[in-house]
């Protein structure tokens, strides 16, 4: 009994010290903090988090810290502070992503700032608008090969569709087709692999090994994979000319330790998460209304003219007359937007009137950014034509969209992402005739790491023009 007594009395001191010694400081952010020390509000923020972000900020103002998990997440919501999140000298993006990186990647942490930097720049200068159209043609050819491999006609879920063409496609055009997997039974367990890694990333990014078997079987599965392909990368890069090499061959050059296979299974990962839920719902916005579908379908037809459908060549100069077909891209971007980014916070920050202590993690949630109606009036809704007033020729995309992040950890791929979704949804779009057999799910809440996941079933059915 004495000893019920004690355990309770001392269960209840902690709880009573958690509340009146945490984060009493008067300039900080209001803190929801719920009542179980270390847990704090981790339950209700991690059942639906996009939701809580926005009940957060009604009832809290623009800016609040959530604690949970043993971390402080101060989120910023007014546009006016992105400025300072994305440029200031007192946040860093590599000190808040490290752990992530580390449980995701199995990435020492001396090695992530070892090379962190380099491998950044590395991707940066790889993949600028200019270096793309080394790129977009082998990448056609291999969008147009795995789309025939769908066949003439069949049905089933256009997410999976879409990720059975850009998962080997992707890969193929950004580490080298040379280097990648060629026999069908090792490609479909490529793929079965990855969607597993894909779909487990952000518990992943959270949680050890040993809470996630089936995640880390298919990590290391993936890893291994990858160690083949940069043996053959590492043979074959002696003969290939400079400017022929793949992202694969230059990161060999630029990672000197054993991370080597996993700084190439994160970049794998960066390439294909983001972009093929961003295609399916620009194909799934597409196909569910009527008139969109029409117009972009009209101005694919002129702009391709009467190429076979088969083997469809879209160049990058076509690709630019299809703005129609851009505007509903960058739109499905907008409504679809990672749901948070972050950096950490290393010296006290000023935002609004509070001050935001070191070791902060601080957020902003692009989705929620996008849905300003100061920016995007009419922000619920799917309007392509919203995108005519940005200078997409000079690469200027409207003010308020954050999709991408911004300052020196911009997305790096941003310009590849862009083509690549433009021209799978410019094929599939003239190859198939295309019927939606399920209403346009809603996006998931459950995820706050990178696009927006559908949250339920999206069927279609395809059939060769
Ligand atoms: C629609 C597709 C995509 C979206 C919405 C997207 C969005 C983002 C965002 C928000 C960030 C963090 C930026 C920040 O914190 O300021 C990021 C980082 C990154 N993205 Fe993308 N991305 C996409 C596609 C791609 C593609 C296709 C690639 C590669 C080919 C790529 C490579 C990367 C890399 C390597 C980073 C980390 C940068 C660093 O370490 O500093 N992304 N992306």
Known sequence: MDFVILTLSVFILVILGYLVFVDTNPNSPPCIRGWIPWFGAAFEFGKAPLEFIAQARLKYGPVFTVFAAGKRLTFVTLHEDFHTFFMSKDVDFEQAVQEPVHNTASISKESFYKFHPACNSL?????TQGNLSLLSSHLCEEFNYNLELLGSKGSGGLSDLVRSVMYPAVMSNLLGKCNSPSCPATVQEFKDKFRIYDEGFEYGSQLPDIFLREWAKSKQWLLSLLDNMIIKAEGSSRSTEAGTKTLLQHLVTTITDKFLPNYGLLMLW??????????????AFILSNPSVHRKAVEQITEVLKNQDTAQTGVTAAELQKLSYLKWCILEAIRLRAPGAI???VVRPI???NYTIPPGDLLMISPFWAHRNPKYFPDPEDFKPERWEKADLVKNVFLEGFVAFGGGRNQCPGRWYALMEIHMIVTLILYKYELTLLDPLP??????????QQPAGPCRVQYKHR
């Open 270 to 283: 960066a390439s294909l998460a983001n972009a093929i839920p961003i295609a399916f719902w620009a194909l």
């Open 442 to 451: 809603k996006p998931s809440t459950l995820h706050l790491v990178g696009t």
């Open 350 to 352: 000023k935002i609004q």
């Open 342 to 344: 972050t950096r950490r």
């Open 123 to 127: 991707i940066k200068g790889r993949l």
